[in-house]
T-cell receptor, first 110, second 114 residues
Framework: DQQVKQNSPSLSVQEGRISILNCDYT??????FLWYKKYPAEGPTFLIS?????DKNEDGRFTVFLNKSAKHLSLHIVPSQPGDSAVYFC?????????FGAGTRLTVKP | KAGVTQTPRYLIKTRGQQVTLSCSPI?????VSWYQQTPGQGLQFLFE???????NKGNFPGRFSGRQFSNSRSEMNVSTLELGDSALYLC?????????????FGPGTRLTVL
């Protein structure tokens, strides 16, 4: 059961533009959400997180937005850089459970 | 601090064999979780150990098992390997009482079953 869905397997953007990665979840018990970035031959690395008491969290070029009513979160990267090219996983946790999405491959073209 | 290490990095086995993968968490981290990553499926949670006890378990068959030692190092075992077990196996450690916050991942073990 896919409780966390990333419906876009891939995304391509031009350097300097905004990248928007989306994630939907179904379990209303999830109350903490994370984004991880994964380069080939490396494990995922933590990028940014957000608690359900917030609707936005910002860290430099990365901003995560949470819409609890829609059970939707998104990661915005502005401006996008070629080094951001990677697979991005969203994760949702709560009630002693954690689920990951299938990932979105972001390609930032110079 | 040294990061999460996993050994071996690559492994080739044949159907029916068994395999043991090892994970050393970041020093001081007591929680270790294991995940299976396959194309299109994302990270599937296998199990989590905390202070040598299995605290949570995903929806995998009993052929998948694990354990954690007193130094927090963890091993994962898969018996009677099947072709579908070919995947990247990742372990992650956490320093919080809850493993459901930020986790630190190792580079993974790429298992190929022939």
């Amino acid at each position: 059961d896919q409780q966390v869905k990333q419906n876009s397997p891939s995304l391509s953007v031009q350097e300097g533009r905004i990248s928007i990665l989306n994630c939907d979840y179904t379990n209303s018990m999830f109350d903490y959400f994370l984004w991880y970035k994964k380069y080939p031959a490396e494990g995922p690395t933590f990028l940014i997180s957000i608690s359900s008491i917030k609707d936005k969290n910002e860290d430099g070029r990365f901003t995560v937005f949470l819409n609890k009513s829609a059970k939707h979160l998104s990661l915005h990267i502005v401006p996008s850089q070629p080094g951001d090219s990677a697979v991005y996983f969203c994760a949702a946790s709560g009630n002693n459970d954690m689920r990951f999405g299938a990932g979105t491959r972001l390609t930032v073209k110079p | 601090k040294a990061g999460v290490t996993q050994t071996p990095r690559y492994l080739i086995k044949t159907r029916g064999q068994q395999v043991t993968l090892s994970c050393s968490p970041i020093s001081g981290h007591r929680s270790v979780s294991w995940y299976q990553q396959t194309p299109g499926q994302g990270l599937q949670f296998l199990f989590e150990y905390f202070s040598e006890t299995q605290r949570n378990k995903g929806n995998f068959p009993g052929r998948f098992s694990g354990r954690q030692f007193s130094n927090s190092r963890s091993e994962m075992n898969v018996s009677t390997l099947e072709l579908g077990d070919s995947a990247l196996y990742l372990c992650a450690s956490s320093d919080s009482g809850s493993s459901y916050n930020e986790q630190f991942f190792g580079p993974g073990t790429r298992l190929t079953v022939l």
